[in-house]
């Protein structure tokens, strides 16, 4: 009994170990870019509206992962891979997949796939079972026949549910991108494009492949159902395809080296988009003069653009030219007072200068921002900075402990809260926000410690 029990725990802790394989958010790098995510909302709220959610209950996040994917987890998220973003033609592909994951969320299908999982989980476990007592009484090829056999089975069954969500996903998908007056054609296009991958060795697939198999009928089947849109011919919209490419741009400046930028991007393209990757590329080889000159070219193009002033004061700012940045992010703030990351940029700035009066120009910038993201972990680190330098060490501890909570680190945040709790006068607002995360935090501690 023993033996079996040691084989059916090294089966089951496989079988985790293969679940875990893929890339997971919390293994991701997480990026954030006030342009980026400005264009993520216009373009995806009306989609979320369309399918009856909540708009400001759906989160996006972009992961900076290479390979091409879009997946929905622990409720109203979306994970878009910046491969995706990078991979897609036009901003059609990129309307196509949000409208296709957006009914994930909307239909339910992470609830029932939870569900699914539960009922397969039977059969897993009998021929794990089975199979270990098999080859524990000698029989190792039929205890191994077994084993695999179950597995097949269940992973068969569950391939099988998932094909029928994905055919769902696609005609509601469809229905949507129709409401809200866009073709479903760039999503046939990307489906199109990414099919032939079926064909590949599954280590050489995108996980858009293996999480969202593709066949010929299920395209035709989506084909059939775009085409009776009014919609089907249209073109993609010009101002959404033109900031679509302007995001994408950036991405490709700031995860390439600059030879692959300016290859892709040549001097002689003087677009807007062109101009952005630019920015970065010469960025990235530390070539300060010729950022700034392309930043310079994209504000004289656009003189109220906010994003052209952030990064220009990123430049100056990592530069060494501090004065300079601060002065062209307020700028950046006057043309976007509710963007938080840019009124972080201007806050960071102002807080490296270690100047009695700069910090305090700081301080109201950087609790604004926190007051409109939350989950902002850069403002509170500044934040916490503020109030460091200005002696505030009951507001620091408490921001600190904000900002391990909101980055998940619940550790850290009980020991910052616990400090806060201490310093404050009890029953003040911040002695019971500091009650709060040390409450929320000791829960989820209690919970890790338990799985």
Not at 67 to 92: E, K, M, P, R, Y
Not at 286 to 309: C, Q, R, S, T, V
Request: charged fraction near 20%; aromatic fraction near 8%; include cysteine.
């Amino acid at each position: 009994m023993a033996s079996v029990s040691r084989l059916v725990y090294a089966a089951l802790l496989a079988l985790a170990i293969a679940s875990l394989a893929s890339v997971s958010p919390a293994r991701a790098q997480f990026l954030r870019d006030a342009e980026a995510e400005k264009f993520f909302r216009d373009s995806s709220n009306p989609i979320f509206a369309a399918a009856g959610l909540d708009p400001a209950s759906v989160n996006i996040y972009l992961l900076n992962v290479p390979s091409i994917n879009a997946f929905v987890t622990g409720g109203q998220n979306i994970f878009i891979h910046t491969g995706l973003i990078l991979a897609a033609d036009d901003v059609n592909e990129f309307i196509g997949v949000m409208a296709h994951e957006t009914c994930h969320i909307a239909c339910g299908h992470r609830i029932r796939t939870n569900a699914a999982l539960g009922n397969l989980s039977a059969t897993s476990i009998i021929s794990l079972v089975l199979g270990a007592a098999a080859i524990a009484a000698g029989a190792g090829d039929a205890g191994l026949a077994l084993l695999l056999g179950g597995q097949q089975v269940a992973r068969g069954q569950f391939l099988a549910y998932s094909r029928g969500q994905e055919g769902e996903a696609d005609i509601a998908g469809a229905s949507y991108l129709t409401e809200v007056g866009h073709s479903a054609t760039g999503l046939i296009g990307f489906f199109e494009k990414l099919r032939d991958q079926e064909i590949l060795a599954q280590i050489r697939q995108d996980p858009y492949v293996r999480t969202h198999p593709l066949n010929r009928d299920r395209i035709a089947r989506l084909q059939e159902v775009a085409a009776e849109s009014p919609h089907y011919r249209k073109p993609p919209d010009p101002a959404l395809n033109e900031r679509f490419r302007r995001v994408q741009a950036k991405l490709f400046g700031y995860l390439n080296n600059a030879q692959a930028t300016l290859r892709r991007y040549p001097p002689s393209d003087t677009s807007v988009y062109a101009r952005y990757a630019r920015v970065y590329a010469y960025h990235r080889a530390l070539e300060w003069k010729y950022a700034l000159a392309e930043a310079d070219a994209l504000i004289a193009m656009e003189p109220g653009n906010p994003y052209f002033y952030e990064i220009k004061g990123q430049v100056l700012f990592e530069s060494g030219q501090i004065d300079d940045a601060i002065e062209v992010l307020r700028q950046a703030v006057i043309r976007a007072p509710r963007e938080p990351l840019i009124i972080t940029a201007l806050g960071q700035a102002l807080i490296s200068k270690e100047d009695p009066v700069a910090t305090a120009e700081a301080r109201p910038l950087l609790e604004r921002a926190t007051t409109l993201d939350r989950s902002n972990t850069f403002a509170w680190f500044n934040l916490a900075r503020a109030y460091s330098l200005e002696g505030d060490n009951a507001r620091a501890n408490l921001a600190t402990a904000e900002r391990f909570y909101s980055g998940g680190s619940a550790g850290q945040a009980l020991l910052y809260a616990q400090r806060a709790v201490d310093t404050f006068r009890p029953g003040s607002p911040e002695w019971i926000r500091a009650q709060d995360i040390l409450v929320i935090a000791r829960q989820y501690a209690g919970q890790r410690r338990r799985r």
